[in-house]
């Protein structure tokens, strides 16, 4: 159950979106995201952990929203079952690259040590202010914002070279990090 609440949670955004981008009546909107919700909990036993959940919960999400479609086609202001397929098929393609974001990022991450991971640590795991993580390492706050600038730089290029198909292939100058 816990898992199924780790995953719904990270994927409910994505989910809402999704709904609302085709039943535009907000109240019809959450009864589909609740209808999606209790199908998506029912059937978590079928899920395949070796997939992405995201895409999973979505292609629900599509079946919840194509029966509220059917049950609505004489409103003008509906969407066809095909524009609402492949609007599904957009999110799920998104929530993949996000994915593989994060898993890259997390592995980008990893690579960083010492100050600099501690100095992300601070700031972005504990939320700590600039001012605070420069008295807690004997730094003035502008070393810290520039040492936090030439991180990101860093992790960034780190995600161009894992991911150079979500960013076209163009990468940050070497010399220029």
Same mark, same amino acid.
């Given at each position: 159950?816990?898992?199924?609440?780790?995953?719904?949670?990270?994927?409910?955004?994505?989910?809402?979106?999704?709904?609302?981008?085709?039943?535009? +009546?907000?109240?019809?909107? +959450?009864?589909?995201?609740?209808?999606?919700?209790?199908?998506?909990?029912?059937?978590?036993?079928?899920?395949?952990?070796?997939?992405?959940?995201?895409?999973?919960?979505?292609?629900?999400?599509?079946?919840?929203?194509?029966?509220?479609?059917?049950?609505?086609?004489?409103?003008?202001?509906?969407?066809?079952?095909?524009?609402?397929?492949?609007?599904?098929?957009?999110?799920?393609?998104?929530?993949?690259?996000?994915?593989?974001?994060?898993?890259?990022?997390?592995?980008?991450?990893?690579?960083?040590?010492?100050?600099?991971?501690?100095?992300?640590?601070?700031?972005?795991?504990?939320?700590?202010?600039?001012?605070?993580?420069?008295?807690?390492?004997?730094?003035?706050?502008?070393?810290?914002?520039?040492?936090?600038?030439?991180?990101?730089?860093?992790?960034?290029?780190?995600?161009?070279?894992?991911?150079?198909?979500?960013?076209?292939?163009?990468?940050?100058?070497?010399?220029?990090?």
């Amino acid at each position: 159950m816990r898992e199924l609440n780790v995953l719904w949670t990270q994927s409910h955004g994505a989910v809402l979106s999704y709904i609302r981008s085709i039943v535009v +009546d907000f109240h019809r909107a +959450d009864d589909v995201l609740q209808e999606t919700a209790a199908t998506v909990a029912e059937k978590f036993d079928e899920y395949d952990r070796t997939l992405p959940f995201a895409p999973w919960a979505l292609g629900i999400a599509k079946f919840k929203v194509l029966e509220y479609l059917r049950s609505s086609s004489r409103d003008r202001l509906v969407f066809s079952e095909e524009v609402a397929e492949s609007i599904a098929g957009a999110f799920s393609e998104l929530q993949i690259k996000a994915s593989d974001t994060e898993i890259a990022l997390e592995q980008c991450v990893s690579r960083v040590r010492g100050r600099p991971r501690k100095l992300l640590e601070m700031r972005y795991l504990r939320q700590t202010s600039v001012e605070d993580v420069a008295q807690a390492t004997g730094m003035t706050s502008t070393a810290v914002r520039v040492a936090l600038h030439r991180i990101r730089k860093s992790l960034l290029q780190c995600l161009q070279d894992q991911l150079p198909g979500l960013y076209g292939g163009n990468h940050l100058p070497r010399g220029r990090q």
